[in-house]
């Protein structure tokens, strides 16, 4: 383990990315007898370490080592584990380095960069290890700024793909950071290392971070990933584990649930066949909140999942356990370490109500309302924070505003006793999705260069759902009952999601015959909020014994006389005629006979002439039934059909 180089007088935890982890592989108890470091400017913290003297089978813990240089140049020494594990003691080699306070001190984020298992000519996301120049302190004001000359990963494998670091002449201010990003692109199956070297005007340069990483040649699937910048490589026990644990050494109050946001799993396939994921399964007192699919495809760099886990402790004590994934990859299954430490609350204790936000679906880009979080300092002692900041696990964007005091070397404001303050959350994304992400809650109770051992951390978290804008519809009245000649109203309801503020039409088909269906208004606009109605009116018709005209063109006069029963009128006289000109006298009935055949002539010709159609059927209205009639709602490509049911008698 090589802590880099430290100003003398500070010190340094390993209780962050690359800190040595335990797993015990076995099928009985491991349990440890002790845990020494030496010589003296290393120190075992059993108070920010996470190991209890007996760990589990398939459940591990994370060692914190502090370096405190006592003069100038490279210390080195050695961690010792005795345990109940063949091979015991195991011993882990330690080094580091103090430097003068008064120069430039580059600190690395990550002391080591462990990419795991990619799949042969597949390219890793790039893991980033910031680059602090630690010079300015409370105890040296004065410190020199750190100017780089280069900054190379080697051999070809391994690739920087960022940089924000200035370039000489340029120079990196005391008490500023930057970011360095390497990938690895396997070029052959195997493990492979190499090295970032940073050469700059540090007294100890270059600094080399180690580079390893395994390259796995198939045509199935790979499970790749990062766990809080350490990588998943199977169960074993490993120096470089991956882990999970309340962050630095935090004291977790029983009964309450901490999720740490700089430890989460971002998970992907860089094989060339499907991952089937077939179960997750955490060990008593710990949980997760997920987004990953059951089947995870193959793709790029950042097309994959992320787990977040959570500690909930019902007992004291330091609590060991694990986060098993099992799947169809070949090293299946993966393990995580999982650990924590619970007891009695004391001191200051920030609690946060609720742990937990959900924030509804709606359209990528579009910016949530916001959620409160409730800050109260339940603890027995002022509370000092010293930063509250939101942070995402992939594309989706939380942000938070709030009115906690925050405390800073120049202005130590503190959080009083019972007191409590309000953190505001937002939440967008450029993206469709499900999202997880939160708030972080820093208090830091002393020199923030000690760093790592003095540092506790609150977290709330958040899932967010963006998803394309979109409408539904619902109808009332349906189904409807009416008679033949009567008409009736459906409502339609507009209901927008995901911010859709667009217009609207509607068009309905399926009405039956002689019957009209129309909606009113044809259309309506959306405001990406409130819904909208609209009005279906279908009409239908009686049945009529009349005659029709069906003569082209508009009737006459006459002609609408005839439709509305003169034609019936008129045979009833022209019967009784006939009637009384068989009983005339013989000189006036050829006479009537002569009238009458005129006069039918006449009906005849009114009627629409002989059996060319149009006289005497009436109209039969709308038949009787059930009938389905289909509202469709229209909006650019989006189309939703309702369906409305309309009984006739």
Same mark, same amino acid.
């Given at each position: 383990?090589?802590?880099?180089?430290?100003?003398?007088?500070?010190?340094?935890?390993?209780?962050?990315?690359?800190?040595?982890?335990?797993?015990?592989?076995?099928?009985?108890?491991?349990?440890?007898?002790? *845990?020494?470091?030496?010589? $003296?400017?290393?120190?075992?913290?059993?108070?920010?370490?996470?190991?209890?003297?007996?760990?589990?089978?398939?459940?591990?813990?994370?060692?914190?080592?502090?370096?405190?240089?006592?003069?100038?140049?490279?210390?080195?020494? %050695?961690?010792?584990?005795?345990?109940?594990?063949?091979?015991?003691?195991?011993?882990?080699?330690?080094?580091?380095?103090?430097?003068?306070?008064?120069?430039?001190?580059?600190?690395?984020?990550?002391?080591?960069?462990?990419?795991?298992?990619?799949?042969?000519?597949?390219?890793?996301?790039?893991?980033?290890?910031?680059?602090?120049?630690?010079?300015?302190?409370?105890?040296?004001?004065?410190?020199?700024?750190?100017?780089? %000359?280069?900054?190379?990963?080697?051999?070809?494998?391994?690739?920087?793909?960022?940089?924000?670091?200035?370039?000489?002449?340029?120079?990196?201010?005391?008490?500023?950071?930057?970011?360095?990003?390497?990938?690895?692109?396997?070029?052959?199956?195997?493990?492979?290392?190499?090295?970032?070297?940073?050469?700059?005007?540090?007294?100890?340069?270059?600094?080399?971070?180690? !580079?390893?990483?395994?390259?796995?040649?198939? %045509?199935?699937?790979?499970?790749?990933?990062?766990?809080?910048?350490?990588?998943?490589?199977?169960?074993?026990?490993?120096?470089?584990?991956?882990?999970?644990?309340?962050?630095?050494?935090?004291?977790?109050?029983?009964?309450?649930?901490?999720?740490?946001?700089?430890?989460?799993?971002?998970?992907?396939?860089?094989?060339?066949?499907?991952?089937?994921?077939?179960?997750?399964?955490?060990?008593?007192?710990?949980?997760?909140?997920?987004?990953?699919?059951?089947?995870?495809?193959?793709?790029?760099?950042?097309?994959?999942?992320?787990?977040?886990? $959570?500690?909930?402790?019902?007992?004291?004590?330091?609590?060991?356990?694990?986060?098993?994934?099992?799947?169809?990859?070949?090293?299946?299954?993966?393990?995580?370490?999982?650990?924590?430490?619970?007891?009695?609350?004391?001191?200051?204790?920030?609690?946060?109500?609720?742990?937990? !936000?959900?924030?509804?679906?709606?359209?990528?880009?579009?910016?949530?309302?916001?959620?409160?979080?409730?800050?109260?300092?339940?603890?027995?002692?002022?509370?000092?924070?010293?930063?509250?900041?939101?942070?995402?696990?992939?594309?989706?964007?939380?942000?938070?505003?709030?009115?906690?005091? *925050?405390? %800073?070397?120049?202005?130590?404001?503190?959080?009083?006793?019972?007191?409590?303050?309000? *953190?505001?959350?937002?939440?967008?994304?450029?993206?469709?999705?499900?999202?997880?992400?939160?708030?972080? *809650?820093?208090?830091?109770?002393?020199?923030?260069?000690?760093?790592?051992?003095?540092?506790?951390?609150?977290?709330?978290?958040?899932?967010?759902?963006?998803?394309?804008?979109?409408?539904?519809?619902?109808?009332?009245?349906?189904?409807?009952?009416?008679?033949?000649?009567?008409?009736?109203?459906?409502?339609?309801?507009?209901?927008?999601?995901?911010?859709?503020?667009? $217009?609207?039409?509607?068009?309905?088909?399926?009405?039956?015959?002689?019957?009209?269906?129309?909606?009113?208004?044809?259309?309506?606009?959306?405001?990406?909020?409130?819904?909208?109605?609209?009005?279906?009116?279908?009409?239908?018709?009686?049945?009529?014994?009349?005659?029709?005209?069906?003569?082209?063109?508009?009737?006459?006069?006459?002609?609408?006389?005839?439709?509305?029963?003169?034609?019936?009128?008129?045979?009833?006289?022209?019967?009784?005629?006939?009637?009384?000109?068989?009983?005339?006298?013989?000189?006036?009935?050829?006479?009537?006979? !002569? $009238? @009458?055949?005129?006069?039918?002539?006449?009906?005849?010709?009114?009627?629409?002439?002989?059996?060319?159609?149009?006289?005497?059927?009436?109209?039969?209205?709308?038949?009787?039934?059930?009938?389905?009639?289909?509202?469709?709602?229209?909006?650019?490509?989006? @189309?939703?059909?309702?369906? !409305?049911?309309?009984?006739?008698?």
């Amino acid at each position: 383990m090589d802590f880099q180089t430290i100003a003398v007088g500070n010190s340094r935890g390993s209780n962050i990315d690359g800190n040595p982890a335990l797993f015990n592989s076995g099928a009985a108890p491991l349990t440890i007898t002790s *845990i020494v470091a030496s010589p $003296s400017v290393f120190a075992y913290s059993p108070d920010t370490s996470f190991c209890p003297d007996t760990i589990p089978p398939g459940t591990g813990c994370d060692i914190d080592v502090i370096f405190t240089p006592t003069g100038i140049g490279t210390f080195n020494g %050695t961690l010792t584990i005795t345990d109940n594990a063949p091979g015991s003691p195991h011993i882990i080699n330690l080094t580091g380095t103090g430097v003068s306070p008064s120069g430039p001190v580059p600190d690395f984020q990550r002391r080591i960069m462990n990419f795991g298992k990619w799949a042969v000519g597949k390219t890793s996301n790039g893991i980033g290890t910031q680059i602090a120049n630690l010079g300015m302190n409370v105890a040296n004001p004065g410190a020199a700024s750190l100017t780089f %000359t280069s900054i190379v990963a080697t051999p070809s494998v391994f690739s920087v793909s960022s940089n924000n670091c200035p370039s000489s002449p340029s120079s990196l201010a005391p008490g500023v950071a930057c970011e360095v990003g390497v990938q690895f692109t396997p070029t052959a199956a195997g493990v492979v290392t190499g090295t970032l070297t940073i050469t700059d005007n540090a007294t100890a340069t270059p600094q080399v971070v180690p !580079l390893v990483g395994t390259g796995v040649s198939t %045509t199935g699937p790979v499970f790749s990933g990062f766990f809080g910048g350490a990588v998943i490589a199977g169960p074993t026990w490993s120096l470089f584990a991956p882990y999970i644990n309340a962050p630095s050494g935090q004291l977790v109050e029983i009964g309450t649930t901490i999720a740490p946001s700089n430890n989460f799993g971002n998970f992907e396939n860089s094989g060339s066949a499907p991952l089937i994921i077939s179960s997750m399964v955490v060990s008593p007192g710990f949980a997760i909140l997920t987004n990953c699919p059951n089947t995870l495809a193959p793709g790029p760099p950042g097309l994959g999942c992320q787990i977040y886990p $959570s500690f909930t402790p019902t007992a004291s004590g330091k609590i060991a356990g694990s986060l098993t994934i099992t799947d169809n990859a070949a090293d299946s299954p993966q393990t995580i370490i999982l650990a924590g430490r619970a007891g009695p609350p004391t001191g200051p204790i920030p609690s946060l109500s609720p742990r937990t !936000l959900s924030f509804g679906a709606q359209a990528p880009g579009v910016v949530s309302a916001a959620q409160n979080i409730t800050l109260t300092n339940t603890g027995t002692a002022a509370l000092p924070i010293t930063k509250i900041a939101s942070f995402a696990l992939n594309e989706g964007t939380f942000a938070q505003t709030n009115d906690c005091p *925050i405390s %800073t070397i120049a202005n130590p404001v503190t959080l009083a006793v019972g007191a409590n303050c309000t *953190i505001s959350v937002t939440f967008t994304s450029p993206v469709g999705g499900t999202f997880l992400g939160g708030v972080s *809650i820093l208090n830091d109770a002393g020199n923030p260069n000690v760093g790592e051992a003095l540092e506790t951390e609150e977290d709330v978290t958040a899932v967010g759902t963006a998803s394309a804008p979109s409408f539904s519809v619902a109808a009332s009245n349906s189904p409807a009952t009416v008679t033949a000649g009567q008409s009736t109203n459906f409502t339609l309801t507009v209901t927008p999601s995901g911010g859709f503020n667009q $217009s609207v039409s509607f068009a309905c088909t399926g009405a039956p015959s002689q019957a009209t269906c129309n909606v009113n208004p044809p259309s309506v606009t959306l405001d990406g909020t409130h819904t909208a109605t609209t009005t279906v009116s279908v009409t239908t018709t009686a049945h009529s014994l009349s005659f029709r005209n069906l003569r082209p063109g508009s009737p006459p006069p006459f002609g609408e006389w005839l439709e509305r029963g003169a034609p019936q009128l008129l045979m009833w006289l022209l019967l009784l005629a006939m009637l009384s000109a068989l009983f005339a006298a013989p000189r006036r009935r050829s006479g009537l006979v !002569l $009238s @009458v055949t005129l006069a039918l002539a006449l009906l005849f010709v009114a009627c629409g002439g002989g059996g060319g159609g149009g006289g005497g059927g009436g109209n039969p209205g709308t038949p009787p039934g059930t009938y389905m009639l289909t509202v469709t709602a229209t909006s650019g490509t989006a @189309v939703v059909s309702t369906n !409305l049911t309309l009984t006739v008698n």
